[in-house]
């Protein structure tokens, strides 16, 4: 029977893929766009069966912390309001919350630590292939949002960071209200007990257990709840995505 189940898992992810295979050829028709569009809903609601909101990432124990931890993406933002921030220790800093929400806020780490907060050891994976186990801790998401208020009308929450991609292009990435609330979806503020490095997103992160690293958005300036992604970029939902990848990177 497992076998069984594994089987069908990779035949319906491998027919999503095909689906959405091919884009730049596509994209150039006038069908194309809807051929595009109805393969990217499909590819959700796949996704959404194969890891659908009560799945849980594998915890580990502390004896499993990975003694070498490589930091992905940018290692150090360059904007000249990341580095001011950085000069004084981050205690400036706060997050700020908007968009389809009852009452936008900012929030200092110290605002985050009195929310609901927790400690969890998981992997990290790659798109490159790396993976390395490490020991999080920081607010959950879900407990940000309730202390913002969410409008019925919002269906993602958008993270938009200091890091530059292009000039000009701050580091953008999504997840939708079911991922956001998720309990191991957590805004992180230290890695192995210790505040969160530069190189890892100081002075906060995102972290899912559940998604590659290329949706942990890092060093993060300010989260907006919104019903569509029409403004955000090319539209895709993240950085990345606007460059052909998957907007759920499930592992």
């Known amino acids: 029977m497992t076998d069984r189940r594994s089987f069908l898992r990779m035949a319906i992810m491998g027919t999503a893929g095909i689906l959405v295979a091919g884009c730049d050829r596509i994209s150039q028709s006038g069908w194309g766009t809807r051929v595009l569009g109805s393969a990217e809903g499909l590819n959700r609601r796949v996704q959404a069966l194969l890891a659908p909101s009560s799945s849980m990432a594998k915890e580990y124990s502390e004896a499993d912390i990975s003694p070498v931890f490589h930091a992905n993406g940018t290692t150090q933002p360059g904007t000249p309001a990341y580095r001011a921030l950085m000069a004084n220790q981050f205690r400036d800093y706060t997050l700020q919350i908007d968009g389809l929400v009852n009452r936008p806020t900012?929030?200092?780490?110290?605002?985050?630590?009195?929310?609901?907060?927790?400690?969890?050891?998981?992997?990290?994976?790659?798109v490159e292939g790396w993976s390395a186990?490490?020991?999080?801790?920081?607010?959950?998401?879900?407990?940000?949002?309730?202390?913002?208020?969410?409008?019925?009308?919002?269906?993602?929450?958008?993270?938009?960071?200091?890091?530059?991609?292009?000039?000009?292009?701050?580091?953008?990435?999504?997840?939708?209200?079911?991922?956001?609330?998720?309990?191991?979806?957590?805004?992180?503020?230290?890695?192995?007990?210790?505040?969160?490095?530069?190189?890892?997103?100081?002075?906060?992160?995102?972290?899912?257990?559940?998604?590659?690293?290329?949706?942990?958005?890092?060093?993060?300036?300010?989260?907006?709840?919104?019903?569509?992604?029409?403004?955000?970029?090319?539209?895709?939902?993240?950085?990345?995505?606007?460059?052909?990848?998957?907007?759920?990177?499930g592992i």
């Not at 929310?115 to 990290?124: A, E, F, P, S, V």
């Not at 938009?160 to 309990?183: K, L, N, Q, T, W």
């Not at 530069?198 to 998604?211: E, M, T």
């Open 106 to 126: 900012r929030l200092s780490i110290d605002d985050l630590k009195k929310l609901d907060t927790r400690t969890q050891i998981t992997r990290h994976d790659c």
């Open 133 to 249: 186990i490490g020991k999080w801790q920081g607010t959950l998401l879900s407990a940000v949002l309730d202390h913002v208020g969410v409008d019925p009308q919002a269906r993602f929450v958008v993270f938009h960071c200091f890091d530059e991609m292009d000039v000009g292009v701050p580091y953008y990435e999504s997840v939708d209200i079911g991922e956001a609330r998720h309990p191991q979806t957590l805004l992180a503020f230290a890695l192995n007990d210790q505040p969160l490095p530069v190189p890892y997103g100081a002075p906060l992160r995102l972290r899912l257990g559940r998604q590659l690293g290329y949706k942990q958005a890092k060093y993060l300036s300010r989260i907006e709840l919104v019903k569509s992604f029409d403004a955000i970029g090319d539209g895709k939902g993240g950085y990345w995505e606007d460059q052909g990848y998957e907007w759920y990177a």
